[in-house]
């Protein structure tokens, strides 16, 4: 893994402050945020950076949309009610 640009710090549009690299490509259980392309491509080749340290399986992972907060609490609530 390519960790020279660790100590790089950019604007986080999640968090809404600056954070350091390494913090944007270990956040996801280890894998990058999914918004690292946007938050970084000015400062590096992101795209590059990413082709060459993650598969490609770990690529789908990163960026495979998340289900939005709100159906996932209302399935966890279906599925509350189903066990009573």
């Known amino acids: ?7 790089k710090t950019g604007y986080c549009r999640s ?15 280890g ?4 918004k690292i392309k946007d938050c970084w491509f ?3 080749d992101i795209e590059r950076f990413i082709g060459e340290n993650y598969s490609k399986s770990e ?14 609490l209302i399935d966890l609530i279906n599925k509350a009610k189903d066990n009573k």
């Open 1 to 7: 893994m390519e960790e020279s640009f660790d100590d």
């Open 15 to 29: 968090l809404g402050h600056y954070v350091p690299f390494q913090y944007c490509r270990t956040v996801n259980s």
């Open 31 to 34: 894998l990058p945020c999914s």
């Open 42 to 44: 000015e400062k590096l």
């Open 59 to 72: 690529i789908e992972q990163i960026f495979t949309p998340r289900p939005e907060k709100i159906s996932t």
